[in-house]
């Protein structure tokens, strides 16, 4: 099978070419880095300059924004946003309807429930909760 492209013009009049993944068919800039293990939903949209990291997985019409970082083992729920430069930690989850705000960071292990906005720029933090469902916390 070939590669196969999909190309687009972005608010600015600047012609973007996405690839789909591999593992999802999702649709990948062709600058951005998404893991072979990762997985992008065949709905889901990873920008230009974004990272998305080993065994990550990005639902249906989810979009990780430019320059966004995703890491290892982290799940981007339905129609979440991650907003550029943001960063959502390892074993993360952002909820269904989530939105990040540009530079928001989601720590290790975090749960972003549905729905949730977190600002521009904000960290959310990991609960106790979360932490001990991880072996993290006594």
Avoid: C
Avoid at 1 to 9: A, D, K, N, P, T
Avoid at 10 to 17: F, K, Q, T, Y
Avoid at 106 to 115: H, L
Wanted: hydrophobic share 40%; charged share 25%.
């Amino acid at each position: 099978m070939g590669i196969s492209y999909v190309e687009f013009e972005d608010e600015a009049g600047v012609l973007r070419r996405y690839r789909k993944h591999v593992n999802g068919r999702g649709l990948v800039a062709t600058t951005a880095k998404v893991d072979p293990t990762a997985f992008v939903d065949p709905t889901a949209y990873v920008d230009p300059g974004a990272e998305v990291q080993r065994g990550a997985q990005i639902g249906p019409r989810a979009w990780v924004d430019r320059d966004a970082i995703v890491a290892e083992r982290a799940v981007i729920g339905v129609n979440a946003h991650v907003g550029r430069r943001a960063v959502v930690g390892r074993n993360a989850v952002v909820g269904p309807y989530a939105t990040l705000g540009s530079e928001a960071r989601v720590q290790n292990g975090a749960r972003v429930p549905r729905e949730t906005t977190v600002a521009d720029g904000d960290e959310y933090r990991a609960s106790t909760e979360d932490l001990r469902r991880l072996g993290l916390a006594a």
